[in-house]
């Protein structure tokens, strides 16, 4: 899949409010294909990590609206699942497909 000049996925739904669906199920699975690759090549599978001595230099910003509520409570996350993933999925997916008819 081609990368969109405009810059990211969020710009490419914000630019295109009626694009038709099956590019919008292209690009849907396309991210999944994507995330099943990383996770299948170790690259992104974070199930069972233990996150110990983890510093931020800055507090996450831009990505907290696609995080898992479990990573955005205050309290130290001892274990990342790879179901994190699947919830940002699905808000990707929200926003990919918000008011299209499916």
């Known amino acids: 899949m081609p990368f969109y000049k405009g810059g990211d996925l969020d710009a490419w739904i914000r630019d295109k409010p009626f694009a038709d669906l099956a590019t919008r199920r292209r690009i849907a699975i396309g991210l999944l294909y994507g995330l099943h690759d990383l996770h299948s ?3 992104g599978d974070f199930d069972g990590v233990q996150m110990h001595d983890v510093t931020m230099t800055q507090p996450l910003q831009s990505t907290k609206q696609y995080m898992a509520p ?3 409570r205050d309290e130290v996350v001892d274990k990342v699942e790879s179901a994190v993933d699947m919830f940002s999925v699905g808000v990707v997916f929200a926003n990919l497909f ?4 499916i």
């Open 41 to 43: 090549r170790v690259l």
């Open 98 to 101: 918000e008011n299209t008819e």
């Open 70 to 72: 479990e990573l955005l």
